[in-house]
Structure formats: structure tokens, C-alpha cells
């Protein structure tokens, strides 16, 4: 494979997009925050599936860290992200710095309603704001046909596609299957951080979400399987359990019996905060 071209200015980005689209190509974007792994390797083979030539954006984004996360030690490893892009085939890599993201007299931001409500933004309040509006400016550098982001981070994907419709951004968001170990542990950047024994614990968090999924399909009350699973998760080890959670699968509203849906969970271990989500069945 070819190694991916490496642009990190705009300007750059456009002008190598602009020469795919005088050659009737088509383009898919993945967006990234790098330390790549096979989960993000997943999508850039779903965007080249559906697209001629795939750019992959590597960027750690501020805005939607709040300033108690973790910013500073967030996995950086552009060398080894770059051999990977190769191995899978990605045309090219953006890498901006900050600077060129968020100029000096930057000001502006994107609120998105609807799906961002409760969960995530229960306990990082800000970070929607800033996924939206990195991704919205991201789509206006790249200008892609396509965009394939993790059902991993489910909550994102839902607020992404609402960006889209709201905004008549004319990008198809395609959502992925999360990608898992071969304990069920859903791939993460995050997952670096994870000791041994911390890694055994991590791993019970997916089958707790789908035995509470399959309760609640079988007619189990709601609140009594969610309160069970966050006693299970604690009793697993977590230190603590934000929140878990059964919503609508488009919207995120409040789950009805009968319709599809995804149980969400956010717990930590340590210092580490973990995320899942499983589907509902609907019979």
C-alpha cells in the first residue's frame, strides 16, 4: 500500500479534495482523535467501500474536553496512526494543529438539541458543543460525500446525524458496528490505559448491558433492570457507574416497550471512564 498523503493545513486539504472531484471521484471522511485502533481501522474500510478515496482527520479536539478530562495525556501517536492509514489503505491523513482549527479570535460554536440531552451531557456538559462544531468544520474543509463514524460512541452518531439534517450538510453519515475484543470489550483509544486486572473488569461491562437488554425485551420493568445493572457493574468492580440507560435508538427520547431501542452505560475504573451501548430488541 501506498503510504496516505499528509496534509495539515486547509488550504491543502481542499486543494487535493478539489483535484479527486475534477476526476469524478468520490470522497468518504473518517474522523479521528488518532491512537488508532482496529475499531477506527473498520471505518476507513467501510469509507473505502463506498467511496473512491478516503481521508481520515487525526485531531485531538479541546473543544470538547472539559478542563478536569484528560487533554493533556490523551494518546498521541501520529507515526505509528500514519503506517496504520497505509496498511488500510487510506488516501490521506489531516492533521491540523490547533492553530489552524481554532485560529486566534475563534468564536463561534454549534448547539445541538434533540439527541445530546441527558447522558454524556449529564456529566460533560460542553462536549457535544465542541463535537459539533469540530465535525460541522470538518465536513466543510473535506467537503465529503460520505462520513463513517463508530455506533460505539452511539449518543455522537445520533447528534451527528441530527447536525446534518438540521444544517442540510449534504454528507451521508454512515454508522458503524462497534468493533470488540474477543471478550466483547468494545475498542476503544481509552482502553490504553486499562491494566491487566482492569481490562478483566472492563470486559464485564458489555455483557451486563445484554443481559439488561434481553431483561428488558422479555418484559423485565425498566427501572428495576437498570438499577440492577448498575449494582451489577459496581459489584463487578467499577468504581463508579454515570449512568445506564435504555432510549429510543433514533432519537434518544425515553425508551418504549415495543420499539427499537439501545441500552447506554457510562462507569469508570480508576481514572478511566468507559462508555457502551447494546441494542434493544423490539420483540
Not at 63 to 91: C, S, V
Not at 95 to 116: D, L, N, W
Not at 150 to 155: A, I, L, M, S
Request: proline fraction near 5%; aromatic fraction near 6%.
Amino acid at each position: 500500500m501506498n503510504a496516505p498523503i499528509v496534509v495539515d493545513s486547509v488550504t491543502a486539504l481542499r486543494a487535493q479534495v478539489r483535484d479527486w472531484r475534477r476526476a469524478g471521484l468520490k470522497v468518504a471522511m473518517v474522523p479521528t482523535m488518532g491512537a488508532l485502533h482496529d475499531g477506527h481501522i473498520s471505518l476507513v474500510r467501510i469509507a473505502l467501500e463506498r467511496a473512491e478515496r478516503c481521508v481520515v482527520s487525526i485531531f485531538v479536539n479541546p473543544t470538547q474536553f472539559a478542563p478536569t478530562e484528560d487533554l493533556d495525556k490523551y494518546p498521541r501517536q501520529l507515526a505509528r496512526d500514519l503506517d496504520r492509514l497505509r496498511d488500510a489503505g487510506a488516501h490521506l491523513a489531516f492533521t491540523p494543529g490547533v492553530s489552524e482549527m481554532y485560529p486566534s479570535g475563534f468564536a463561534t460554536k454549534i448547539s445541538v438539541g434533540g439527541p445530546s440531552r441527558g447522558l454524556e451531557t449529564d456529566f460533560r456538559p460542553n462536549f457535544f458543543d465542541g463535537v459539533a462544531t469540530v465535525v460541522a468544520k470538518l465536513f466543510l474543509q473535506a467537503a465529503p460525500d460520505c462520513a463513517v463514524f463508530g455506533e460505539k460512541d452511539y449518543q455522537q452518531l445520533c447528534v451527528v446525524r441530527q447536525l446534518c439534517r438540521d444544517l442540510d450538510l449534504p454528507v451521508e453519515i454512515v454508522g458503524a458496528p462497534t468493533v470488540r475484543d474477543a471478550h466483547g470489550l468494545a475498542m476503544s483509544s481509552r482502553n490504553a490505559y486499562l491494566g491487566e486486572a482492569e481490562l478483566d473488569i472492563a470486559r464485564k461491562l458489555n455483557v451486563i448491558l445484554r443481559r439488561t437488554a434481553a431483561a428488558l425485551s422479555t418484559g423485565t420493568d425498566e427501572a428495576d433492570a437498570t438499577t440492577a445493572a448498575a449494582k451489577a457493574l459496581v459489584s463487578a468492580g467499577f468504581q463508579k457507574v454515570d449512568y445506564v440507560a435504555a432510549r429510543a435508538s433514533v432519537t434518544l427520547e425515553p425508551w418504549r416497550r415495543g420499539h427499537d431501542g439501545r441500552m447506554l452505560a457510562a462507569a469508570w475504573l480508576g481514572t478511566t471512564r468507559l462508555i457502551d451501548n447494546v441494542e434493544i430488541a423490539s420483540a
